[in-house]
């Protein structure tokens, strides 16, 4: 059985995630940012691609000393485990991920991953090798939850997140939509990677919740099966 998998992130009201230069863009406010910490804490994993990474150097930490306490009185980490998707092992040896804060760290790679890389990367985080030519995601889906994983939030970026709809992986959808158009053809949207062709295709949502948030709307969507 896979872990309940939930993709949350912050949009612009035309749809961006940050600017054609993908640079980091403030979307939301400071109830959201609440928001985003206490759904981090509520999970047991957190999941993002090797690009925002690359980009952005996320912690992916916990940041209120209260949800650190309340998930150390479970019996768990202060923070949720931290999970990179990177094909080819690029995953940087100083990335913040890696290093800020306690916690078990995992890199999925595939067999395209050369055995340098593993050996540079395998001091700061377990390895699961999966899929081919690409992370194979159900498979790391599986491997999670043989250590138990039962819930995990994805922060993006837009490929990853196109990757887990196409394999039907996603089972709610939170947008907070902000109150700023960045335009741009070619900046990042929330579900990149080549898309639907056909409409029978198309992932279809059901709206569980609506309410407004800072100077935008948050959205809740379940994925219909």
Known sequence: MKPFVFVNLAMSADGKLSTTERR????????DFLRVDEIKAGSDAIMVGI????????????????????????GC??????IVIDSEGRTPENAEILHKGPGR????????????NLERLSPYADIIVAGKERVDLGGVMEALSDIDVKRVMVEGGGSLIWSL?????????YTCVGNIIIGGQN???????TGFIMEDDFTRLELIDMEKAD?????RWRVKR
């Not at 980091?24 to 109830?31: H, L």
């Not at 150097?57 to 940041?63: G, I, Q, R, Y």
């Not at 760290?105 to 340098?116: G, L, N, P, Q, Y």
């Open 165 to 173: 709809f196409e394999e039907d992986l996603v089972d709610e959808f």
């Open 51 to 74: 690009g925002t990474v690359i980009a952005d150097d996320p912690s992916l930490t916990v940041k209120s000393a209260e949800l650190k306490k309340e998930r150390i009185g479970r």
């Open 187 to 193: 900046s990042p949207t929330p579900a990149d990677g």
């Open 24 to 31: 980091q863009v403030k979307i939301s406010g400071k109830s």
């Open 77 to 82: 980490e202060e923070n949720p485990v931290r």
């Open 105 to 116: 760290r995992i890199i999925a790679v595939s067999e395209k991953a050369s055995d340098k």
């Open 215 to 219: 100077e935008g709307v948050l959205l």
